[in-house]
């Protein structure tokens, strides 16, 4: 059936809008209260590593994976861009999984990275949208992110939907190699569960964010930033924000600023903070007082304890709901996505078609 805009002006803000739903469902499946729900023959016991390979947004939402499989399985995880991987002739541990990550499965350089590794690899796994599609057939495992249709070329609900599905199975990973207990299994999970409720909290920030949009809709430069498993989610707000508004854009990880990015501040330039009240929270702090001592813009997205602390001297500030740390770039990504997609409708942008991009890029 023809998927319809069903009353939004554009596909993106219909899928952004549609991330509880779609969650909720995904959540049903590999959540039921039996517990986690993946193939059984996806047992990480033996694994000496993972490997996660994908393009674009694919790709940030495995670099978040990377802090998850990491902190809760204690394995080893390499990323990268399928474009890199396939040449670069890696070599790869029999031991090891290797994972791709495509929304479209159709994707031509993530497919030939996936024939790579086919012979190599204990097993590959495939994250996709699309259960038809060439990357989920040739894998042996594939895992639907069941996110429904996407016509927008900017990827949203696929991300949240990506995330959720690695989510779980890094929690399965630190089941299965007995490196979380069932009580943290069962902590992660509850939080995991609040998701679609808090993403609804999140998107009642449209409003906000559509006001914001009309003065950053005027910059040359934009600037996000983030620590721990916010940073992927920097670079993803970045790259959100140039597909479709063509203003250009950079993540950065919040402690790397001094390194490079700080040069470019000036009165001009919004830096858009992504900050939930976390351990780091303090170090992240800093990092932006830096950028306020230099006139930058700052826009603070963090929870009430975190406004609380540091909203003051801001230029702007939005309040999401509180979520336990693993997993605030699942919550986050909604501001990350509405402030790319009301800064690219105050430019009077082809949200849903940007120029030059392709849904699926299946050439190389
Ligand atoms: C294109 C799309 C992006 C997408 C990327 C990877 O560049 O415009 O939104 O993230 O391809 O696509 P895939 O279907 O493999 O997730």
Request: charged share 20%; proline share 6%.
């Amino acid at each position: 059936a023809q998927v319809e805009k069903g009353g939004y002006k554009h596909f993106m803000a219909k899928e952004i809008a549609e991330q509880p739903v779609v969650l909720a469902d995904a959540l049903r499946h590999y959540l039921p209260k039996t517990g986690l729900n993946l193939p059984a023959d996806l047992d990480f016991s033996g694994v000496d590593r993972i490997t996660l390979i994908a393009c674009g947004t694919a790709h940030y939402a495995c670099a978040v994976a990377k802090y998850w499989f990491e902190q809760f399985a204690q394995i080893p995880v390499e990323i990268d861009v399928a474009s890199e991987f396939r040449y670069r002739e890696p070599p790869l541990s029999e031991r090891s999984f290797a994972v791709f990550v495509s929304q479209s499965g159709e994707t031509a350089d993530t497919l030939a990275a996936l024939r790579y590794c086919s012979e190599r690899v204990a097993k590959t796994v495939a994250v996709v949208n699309v259960p038809t599609s060439s990357i989920a057939r040739e894998a042996d495992i594939a895992l639907p992110i069941l996110a429904g249709v996407e016509v927008g070329v900017a990827s949203t609900k696929a991300f949240t939907a990506q995330l959720l599905v690695l989510a779980v199975m890094a929690l399965k990973a630190g089941n299965d190699r007995g490196t979380l207990s069932p009580e943290q299994i069962a902590a992660h999970s509850d939080t995991l569960l609040t998701l679609p409720g808090l993403m609804n909290q999140a998107l009642t920030l449209s409003e906000p964010i559509a006001r914001l949009a009309e003065q950053l809709a005027e910059a040359q430069d934009i600037l996000f930033l983030g620590r721990g498993p916010m940073f992927p989610l920097a670079l993803e707000g970045a790259l959100k924000l140039k597909e479709i508004s063509y203003i250009h854009a950079e993540g950065y990880a919040s402690g790397e600023l001094k390194h490079g990015p700080i040069a470019l501040i000036d009165r001009m330039v919004p830096v858009i903070v992504m900050a939930p009240h976390d351990r780091l929270f303090d170090k992240t702090v800093s990092n932006m007082q830096e950028v306020m001592a230099r006139h930058g813009m700052v826009l603070l997205a963090s929870d009430a304890k975190g406004l609380a602390v540091a909203g003051e001297g801001t230029w702007a500030t939005l309040q999401l709901p509180e979520i336990a740390e693993p997993f605030a770039p699942i919550l986050y990504a909604v501001p990350a996505q509405l402030l790319a997609y009301y800064t690219a409708v105050a430019k009077g942008t082809d949200v849903d078609q940007p120029r030059n991009l392709a849904k699926s890029v299946t050439v190389e």
